[in-house]
């Protein structure tokens, strides 16, 4: 059985970077840019517009995850958003419509907010696919500040380095909703957010939960540069609690992430290797009130490096923390497992080697394709009422394929 698992695993990888490398064309290897960011720049041009939007990402993604921190699992679906939108003002946007997420040989889905692979909660649960109305207004008070109310420009559009945020919640997750505001310039740039993921009303069972973030990044020079200094800056916290809930003990839940770190740019001006990108981060948990996870505070040291060669990006990373634990980011960035409760990890360390495309086959289409290995280094398991165990380097394979379509069809232009 395991060497069938195995050939599997290979057959699946080698699949998809026979496709990756079989393609030709004008590839720029950017798959959060180029499939999964939305551009938010309103067009003054576009005032009286309506229009027929589709968007959607359709999604195969295998990962085939070993050791203690995290189970495997494979995702085959897609996310579909069908919305009409309005350019009322020079200035102002208006979209509505409707969210559907869908996973191949799913016939139902709980409902509640998803941030990762839902697990099953309560009998409430909707048939055939999970679906959400969809809405945002969003006013640009400047060239440089934007307001949106509604839906977000959520995601990857963040820009959170990978601790903090997991790619995959770009396909799985609810879109964020509640209030931004975005600016940018020449010399920083700054993303602040509430996204609202759980209201509640009086006498209810559950939790009103929130989060907020703030990414920036200030830019040392011009990013066209020869050699581009930037520093960013990371910040999330999440609070689940609420005045008017039925919950007494354990009421109040707080949890936060940061990152600090600097990094450059090589923009070689070559065709072949056309940029290198180093960038060093040190990250922190700090777990201010109740007691979700077992570890209170911690932090972590992650530095990483890409290249853009020809039609690749190979990417590189060394990750090392203490007692950190991530909200949103894959639970290989931490100290806490997923696969059993109560378990930690004494100082874990991890190497990651990985290459990708990126694809743009027409405005409003575009192709991911992406292969990942990640190494845990030799680490000590603690367990609650066990003797600590230490482990062997474990090796993890990820591989997927993402299609993004993003059409719009002029309805009429009122004058």
């Known amino acids: 059985m395991r060497m069938?698992?195995?050939?599997?695993?290979?057959?699946?990888?080698?699949l998809l970077f026979v496709v990756a490398i079989s393609i030709n064309s004008v590839l720029c290897a950017q798959i959060s840019d180029k499939v999964y960011k939305t551009d938010y720049r309103i067009i003054p041009e576009r005032k009286?517009?309506?229009l027929v939007e589709i968007d959607n990402i359709s999604f195969f993604k295998d990962d085939e995850y070993t050791g203690n921190f995290l189970k495997g699992y494979t995702l085959p679906g897609f996310w579909l958003q069908a919305k009409a939108v309005y350019y009322p003002l020079e200035n102002l946007k208006m979209e509505a419509g409707v969210h559907f997420l869908r996973f191949w040989g799913a016939d139902r889905y709980p409902n509640m907010a998803y941030l990762d692979i839902a697990n099953w909660?309560?009998?409430?649960?909707?048939?055939?696919?999970?679906?959400?109305?969809?809405?945002?207004?969003?006013v640009a008070l400047s060239d440089h500040i934007n307001i949106v109310l509604g839906d977000l420009y959520g995601g990857a559009n963040h820009n959170l380095i990978e601790p903090l945020y997991n790619p995959e919640l770009n396909m799985i997750a609810d879109p964020e909703m509640g209030l931004q505001l975005l600016y940018n310039?020449?010399?920083f740039d700054l993303d602040m957010w509430v996204n609202w993921e759980s209201f509640i009303f009086r006498e209810d069972l559950h939790q009103e939960a929130f989060t907020v973030g703030l990414s920036s990044r200030y830019k040392l020079n011009d990013p066209t540069s020869r050699f581009h200094f930037y520093a960013p800056?990371?910040?999330?916290?999440?609070?689940?609690?609420?005045?008017?809930?039925t919950i007494t003990t354990r009421s109040v839940q707080t949890l936060m992430n940061g990152?600090?770190?600097?990094?450059t740019i090589w923009n070689t001006g070559y065709s072949l290797l056309k940029n290198v990108n180093l960038e060093v981060d040190v990250a922190g948990y700090y777990q201010q009130a109740g007691d979700l996870w077992p570890l209170d505070n911690g932090y972590a040291l992650y530095t990483r490096v890409s290249a853009d060669i020809s039609d690749f990006r190979v990417k590189a990373s060394y990750w090392k923390c203490y007692d950190f634990v991530s909200m949103f980011g894959n639970p290989f960035y931490g100290a806490v497992s997923t696969c059993e409760a109560g378990t930690v990890f004494d100082n874990p360390s991890m190497a990651y080697v990985g290459v990708e495309y990126a694809r743009v086959l027409a405005k409003g289409f575009s192709l991911g394709i992406d292969v990942d290995v990640y190494t845990h280094l030799p680490v000590i398991i603690q367990k609650i009422g066990q003797e600590n165990i230490k482990t062997s380097s474990k090796?993890?394979?990820?591989?997927?394929?993402?299609?993004?379509?993003?059409?719009?069809?002029?309805?009429?232009?009122f004058e």
């Open 121 to 138: 909660k309560g009998n409430s649960y909707s048939k055939g696919v999970h679906v959400l109305p969809w809405f945002r207004a969003q």
């Open 4 to 14: 069938c698992f195995d050939k599997y695993r290979i057959c699946v990888l080698s």
């Open 233 to 245: 800056l990371q910040l999330l916290a999440q609070h689940r609690g609420g005045e008017i809930d």
């Open 395 to 413: 090796t993890s394979f990820s591989a997927g394929i993402y299609l993004r379509i993003n059409p719009s069809f002029l309805i009429k232009r």
């Open 259 to 263: 990152a600090i770190g600097v990094g």
């Open 48 to 50: 009286g517009e309506l």
């Open 185 to 187: 310039s020449s010399h």
